[in-house]
């Protein structure tokens, strides 16, 4: 069993990436998966339970690490017995230390997006959810979220988006970035199999000849859960690229994401 792990910004295709994965039969893809939660709880009780503190310290490290390796295989061995599997959640990425300590030379892919362009897809769905009235980031009476810019403010200082982008900037501080392969959304959608062969060469595996114009959804979830923002359904052919954020966002509004979030712009050269 090979685990490979799917870290990437939210509204940036993720879920394409993992139903794109999962047309290689070898491949079990998850949808947004709850494993890393499973291990953050584990985590926080082995930090904070006493019996561990009065214990061995150098032994309960080692058995907490396989405590938590033997659960992820076990967790997977339930659901599949494909070799590989690619497990979808934002939070790998800034956990590189551990899940390396757990299993050495962990493979994790990110896919980044123009972030004007991901900031335009939440409102987009903002509009959408708001046309019923149910969208709670949207308080008349308070003045909150009733424009795009407070809007965008919101979700730059809030989960999802940014708290990945809070993690991105740690990631690359901390030199954690030179472990993760960052791919563009992008260069996903213009050179499809050139992208792909570098995320099979990441991960030491023959490359897969997939197929652009037709990629089932493979991947199920219940979008509800999310609320307003829940959308992971991906179009069966691989799109093709458009940048609309001046059109849904306004020029200005663009522009001050620009300004703001330079090093972003600057390390992924967008």
Request: charged residues 25%; proline residues 4%.
């Amino acid at each position: 069993m090979k685990i490979f792990y799917n870290s990437s910004m939210p509204r940036s295709g993720s879920t394409l990436l993992q139903n794109i994965l999962g047309q290689n039969p070898d491949f079990y893809v998850t949808p947004t998966s709850g494993l890393l939660e499973l291990i953050y709880g584990a985590k926080y009780n082995y930090a904070n339970s006493p019996e561990f503190k009065a214990q061995d310290k150098a032994l309960m490290a080692k058995a907490f690490t396989n405590f938590c390796r033997e659960g992820i295989k076990g967790y997977f061995s339930a659901i599949t017995d494909k070799e590989n599997i690619i497990d979808k959640s934002r939070g790998w990425g800034i956990n590189y230390d551990f899940i390396n300590t757990i299993f050495p030379n962990a493979k994790i892919v990110c896919i980044v997006r123009d972030l004007r362009d991901v900031l335009a897809s939440m409102e987009k769905n903002f509009r959408k959810s708001n046309v019923l009235g149910i969208n709670p980031i949207l308080n008349n009476q308070e003045m909150k979220g009733t424009t795009i810019f407070k809007r965008v403010n919101v979700w730059v200082n809030s989960q999802p988006v940014g708290l990945a982008l809070e993690r991105i900037s740690d990631m690359i501080k901390m030199g954690h970035a030179k472990n993760v392969l960052f791919v563009k959304y992008e260069d996903l959608l213009t050179k499809p199999n050139e992208v792909m062969k570098t995320i099979y060469n990441h991960f030491e595996l023959p490359y897969y000849q997939h197929d652009w114009e037709n990629i089932p959804q493979i991947t199920e979830e219940d979008d509800t859960v999310y609320g307003a923002y829940g959308d992971h359904k991906i179009q069966e052919k691989l799109g093709t690229l458009k940048h609309n954020y001046n059109e849904v966002l306004g020029v200005d509004v663009s522009n001050y994401i620009k300004n703001n979030f330079k090093w972003y712009f600057d390390y992924f050269k967008y």
